[in-house]
């Protein structure tokens, strides 16, 4: 109801703002449907880089070798960018929200899935911590008896996910993979990633770590299960899907949940849980891709997805582009400072973030710079997190000057008229 | 208690009635509250007087937390959602907290400085090991080891603030301590064992129908620092929702204070006595308003007593880094702790990040009602007043102006609480007093969210240990002030019982 109320009020504010623009200026209404073209690209884009992650997991589990661990450790790196750019669409997009966790959920306690180092910490409280599902065909899980004899898609979403209601047990998505292809990174704030060896898949004689059948189920199951969930979502952001259908049909309320996953995404979790949090513990546990230390491109490209909502453009991964009209066209018709500021600042975060890529390409991986001391680190990190915080101030601003607020696609009457509780 | 509302001159006469303490100090709340005018505590008395239309939903009832409600996730998700309102750059310290409150805490001496200090004797590693999806705990399952229930101790006796009136004084169980820490880190013994046993009570309802209630039995066993005194006095308690917390600390005490009915003088049958306790973090008395039976006045409070009993944990407001260890544990008080001079203002947990987790404890979120025009939810909703359910249950309040908090300040909410204490009879009396609350008072605790209790947790297990394995069964042990109220429901036709369910399950 708000939101329609929200949605009249809104468009007049956009059509008193469009009146003296030329004929071509944007509209609402196309500047969604660009926002719905570029989601559906992208979640095209991580459908197909999943699937040769599926390939590559194939290889892998025919074959076991140092060549074709790299080569499958190498498709999932691949898979990342294309993903971390669908970010944005989150917060705000409910059918995106209520389907994120299965897919890219951290930190985990990744002693749930497979063996872990004898120092990690187990928890008593949280017994299936330990659990080490592969090593573990029956096992008892809030009372009742678990048959995971065989390890299936169904049972990783439907038993094992956040198992009795503990939020680290991630079972499923990017870092369970993750976790199977590279192993625990042992090396704290030091440098190297996870260094799991080949033969933890190699079955029969050879196999290390025990229960090499087992690791390579789990890992097809749940490579499987991605690429179930994201061809579930790129068809929502299909034609006629499910996602598009309430931004088309509200395309006020559609802006406002642009923007507000372009701020929420930049200062809440992006600036504050993936950035500043590790560096206020300096724990490397907090570290986004910590088993393969691929941190910097998932921060890169979350970061570019900020960017690619705002302007209407995303380069796809075979280099072909989609772009349209696009919420800097609607802002810079508002208001053409408010636009060429964020712009500059979008940018600016942009520069950031991959100023922290290049520094771990080149030997500083993101957990070495969360190191207590490691100035320079900090620096690149904070460097992030500034920019993206300040760009946060100009979304806010660009939501003003579009007649929008950001809780208001939450549907909440007192925003659209404050005194309304008393009426 | 006195449903009539009439604005200040009510307040304060309610306020003289109870006169546990100096009434100022009561409304001295740590929050930035700013005065109301006489025409808007007109407006606001209007606004939350109960309805007498049950035709159709009243405007806004659907947003249980003002414009800090959130759409419902449909998944266990419901619970962990910051305010609706909250602005972007407070989003961070929203999910800063979020972080700790999922952290896992280690053992010292770690190389993970920044995280350890864990015990030596506690309950849990981590807040959310027992807040589990930021909802209730559970019961155990059998062989399984509790988490989110544990024990209370005490022994009758020790001296009462002297600025308390009616205080049932009570202290620490002389070597166990506070709570009964059912772990230990390496090197040390945890105290016990929680044992609970359940015996079936049937009750026949008045259409014949039978519902079997399981009325639990506590012990400690395997008690590793010797025998514990004859008289020490077990309280369970079970990890309660975390929603909403901040919208209940920003009620301004008069508004709560003018329910207080001591003596039951309009009759009804329910007193509710105001929870007055010395407040760490005001260093003064205050309105009791978290935990089961109101023993913390604040969030940073509740915060900051979980971290020490709970999980050992130093904060600027409980400073000692064994937590519940007493001087007759001497092993665990010499054991090497998680705070260094030059790290953490020399803390466990520091000023910072006590901060933070009680900002995110302060927004969990309230997801909104469903239902809320359901023929069958509003004839529950009418029966859930007439049956005077609504008596402790005060369904609305408008918080406070708060000069720094935006997403709490001047917001209608539906909570269906009056905070107060009341006696639910003996059926759920744990016979423990807690400052001025006796063996057999309760806290009113707040319904909202309780219909998502299965989708966030798995379970629908309610009241203060979980025995109640449905809202029936928590209704029907409901005793003493609200004897009444569970005999009308007993008394109900099956159509009407299940409409007033309904309504709880639309909450």
């Not at chain 1, 939020?167 to 042992?186: K, M, P, R, T």
């Not at chain 2, 249980?64 to 998944?75: I, K």
């Not at chain 2, 514990?228 to 917390?245: E, H, K, W, Y």
């Not at chain 2, 203060?464 to 042990?477: C, F, K, M, N, P």
Request: hydrophobic share 45%.
């Amino acid at each position: 109801m708000s939101n329609r109320r929200l949605a009249l009020f809104a468009s007049t504010a956009l059509a008193a703002a469009t009146l003296s623009q030329p004929a071509t200026a944007a509209t609402p209404a196309e500047v969604v449907t660009t926002y719905a073209d570029i989601a559906e690209a992208a979640y095209g884009d991580s459908l197909t880089a999943a699937i040769g992650l599926q390939g590559a997991v194939e290889a892998l589990i025919a074959a076991p070798s140092e060549q074709s661990l790299a080569a499958a450790r190498a498709a999932w790196i691949a898979a990342r960018p294309s993903y971390q750019q669908t970010e944005v669409y989150r917060f705000g997009n409910a059918i995106v929200d209520d389907w994120e966790g299965r897919v890219n959920a951290w930190p985990l306690d990744e002693g749930l899935i497979d063996y872990v180092d004898p120092a990690y910490g187990q928890s008593e409280e949280n017994a299936l911590s330990a659990l080490n599902v592969i090593a573990t065909p029956h096992f008892t899980l809030s009372g009742a008896a678990v048959d995971a004899s065989t390890i299936t898609p169904e049972l990783i979403a439907g038993t094992l996910q956040e198992a009795g209601g503990i939020e680290a047990n991630v079972a499923s998505g990017y870092h369970a993979i993750e976790f199977l292809l590279w192993g625990q990174d042992l090396n704290g704030t030091g440098p190297g990633a996870g260094s799991r060896p080949f033969s933890d898949f190699v079955q029969g004689d050879g196999c290390t770590g025990g229960n090499c059948d087992r690791r390579a189920a789990y890992l097809q199951a749940a490579t499987t299960l991605l690429v179930a969930d994201l061809t579930e979502m790129a068809g929502n952001w299909a034609e006629g899907g499910a996602a598009r259908a309430p931004l088309e049909a509200d395309p006020a309320a559609a802006l406002a949940a642009m923007l507000t996953g372009m701020g929420s995404l930049s200062y809440g979790e992006l600036a504050g849980q993936r950035m500043r949090l590790g560096l206020m513990l300096n724990d490397p546990e907090e570290e986004h891709d910590c088993f393969s230390d691929n941190t910097h491109n998932s921060q890169y490209y979350d970061g570019l997805g900020i960017q690619n909502v705002y302007l209407g453009h995303y380069i796809r991964a075979d280099g072909s582009t989609v772009s349209g009209p696009s919420l800097s066209d609607l802002v810079a018709q508002a208001d053409p400072a408010v636009d060429t500021r964020l712009k500059a600042e979008l940018d600016a975060s942009v520069a950031a973030l991959a100023a922290l890529k290049v520094a771990a390409e080149a030997g500083m991986a993101y957990d070495q710079m969360l190191a207590p001391g490691n100035a320079e680190g900090e620096a690149l990190i904070m460097g992030g997190v500034e920019a993206l915080v300040t760009q946060t101030a100009s979304i806010q601003r660009a939501m003003l000057v579009l007649g929008l607020t950001a809780a208001s696609f939450e549907g909440s009457e007192s925003l659209d008229n404050p005194a309304a509780v008393f009426q | 208690m006195i449903r009539h509302w009439s604005g200040l001159a009510a307040a304060l006469g309610a306020v003289a009635l109870a006169a546990p303490v100096l009434a100022q100090s009561l409304d001295d709340s740590p929050l930035a509250m700013l005065p109301r005018s006489k025409a808007e505590i007109a407006r606001i008395a209007a606004v939350v007087a109960p309805t007498r239309d049950f035709s159709k939903a009243e405007a806004f009832e659907v947003k249980s937390a003002g414009a800090a409600t959130v759409r419902v996730r449909p998944t266990a998700d419901a619970f962990s959602q910051f305010s609706g309102n909250m602005a972007f750059d407070r989003q961070m310290n929203f999910n800063l907290g979020n972080a700790l409150f999922t952290k896992t805490w280690v053992p010292s001496p770690s190389s993970t400085r920044a995280s350890d200090g864990l015990g030596p004797l506690f309950n849990a590693r981590g807040c959310q090991d027992c807040h589990l999806k930021d909802g209730r705990g559970h019961t155990p399952a059998d062989g399984e080891k509790p988490v989110s229930l544990f024990l209370r101790l005490s022994v009758p006796g020790g001296s009462a603030p002297a600025d308390i009136k009616d205080w049932l004084a009570t202290q620490p169980e002389p070597v166990y301590g506070g709570q009964l820490q059912n772990f230990a880190v390496e090197g040390h013994a945890a105290e016990g064992r929680m044992q609970v046993s359940y015996a079936d009570v049937p009750v026949i309802l008045a259409d014949g129908a039978v519902v079997t209630l399981r009325a639990p039995d506590y012990a400690v066993a395997d008690a590793a620092y010797g025998p514990m005194r004859d008289d020490v006095q077990l309280s369970p308690r079970i990890a309660p929702q975390m929603i909403g917390l901040g919208l209940l600390e920003a009620i301004p005490a008069a508004d709560l204070l003018a329910q207080v009915d001591e003596t039951d003088r309009d009759g009804d049958g329910i007193s509710g006595r105001a929870s007055v306790v010395p407040s760490a973090e005001l260093a003064r008395p205050a309105l009791g308003r978290f935990g089961l039976k109101a023993g913390a006045a604040t969030v940073r409070d509740q915060t900051a007593a979980a971290f020490s009993g709970d999980m050992g944990l130093s904060t600027p407001l409980h400073p000692d880094p064994w937590g519940d260890c007493s001087a007759a544990q001497d092993a665990c008080r010499t054991a090497p702790d998680g705070a260094e001079p030059d790290s953490r203002d020399g803390l466990e947990v520091d000023q910072q990040s006590l901060d933070l987790v009680t900002f995110y404890a302060r927004n969990l979120a309230v997801p909104e009602r469903r239902d809320v025009d359901a023929p069958q939810v509003l004839r529950g909703k009418e029966l859930f007043y007439s049956l005077n359910c609504t008596g402790c249950h005060t369904p609305k309040h408008v918080t406070a102006r708060l000069a720094d908090q935006p997403e709490q300040s001047f917001q209608l909410i539906w909570p269906y609480t009056d905070l107060l204490l009341h006696d639910m009879g003996a059926g759920l009396a744990d016979n423990r007093p807690e400052g001025r609350a006796t063996g057999r008072e309760w806290k009113t605790p707040p319904l909202w969210g309780i219909g998502l209790t299965a989708q966030v947790s798995g379970h629908s297990e309610f009241l203060h240990d979980g025995r109640a394995r449905t809202l029936l069964e928590a209704i029907l042990w409901h005793g003493g002030e609200a004897e009444a109220a569970r005999d009308a429901v007993v008394a109900l036709p099956k159509p009407d019982r299940d409409a007033l369910i309904a309504f709880l399950e639309s909450l």
